[in-house]
């Protein structure tokens, strides 16, 4: 009888842990080995989903100076240099960085980011001491090799002074 509830709960255990491995998206899963979900929450602007944002952490969960990444699901369609200005807006709210480190980032950022379409998403990804990898739809546009931008640009959202403090509680939702 032990053997059999041992066998029960191993196979139980085995399917559980598949399922949740079936949820990741590939790029997270080989960017992120043992990528584990911390939190998810959707941004609005004055009433209307702007995106749906899942934070994917390691095993030891969301650490400011381990990888880690952010995936915005977008509900419309947005211009990438929107996104781009848009950003900046919220690193200069922070006080973060210096003007010309802050226009530098802006310019990277309108290269980089794309139009989004309803249904896009783009995944950023923090890498410590290096910077910041983004995807779109699963597939890499580039990085910014530049680790106080991307300290930054999460900062936006994980940051304690962060303009969307509910979005960010329900990101860190797993975190002590």
């Known amino acids: 009888m032990k053997l059999i509830r041992l066998y029960t709960a191993l196979c139980l255990t085995l399917l559980l842990a598949s399922a949740q491995a079936a949820n990741i998206p590939a790029h997270i899963q080989q960017a992120l080995p043992n990528a584990r979900l911390s939190g998810e929450g959707s941004y609005r ?39 781009a200005q848009a950003s900046i807006d919220e690193i200069r709210a922070l006080k973060i960085g210096s003007s010309a480190q802050q226009e530098a ?50 900062a936006i959202w994980l940051d304690p002074r962060t303009s969307a403090a509910s979005l960010r509680n329900k990101l860190l939702a797993t975190t002590p």
């Open 45 to 83: 602007w004055f009433g209307l989903k702007i995106y749906d944002a899942a934070l994917w952490v390691g095993e030891q969960g969301y650490q400011e100076n381990s990888a880690f990444i952010l995936n915005l699901n977008y509900a419309r369609d947005l211009y990438g240099a929107r996104i």
């Open 105 to 154: 980032w802006l310019s990277a950022m309108k290269a980089l980011f794309p139009d989004v379409k309803e249904g896009s998403q783009i995944s950023g990804m923090f890498i410590p001491e290096h910077g910041a990898r983004f995807y779109l739809d699963g597939n890499v546009l580039g990085e910014i090799k530049d680790p106080v931008f991307a300290q930054a640009f999460f």
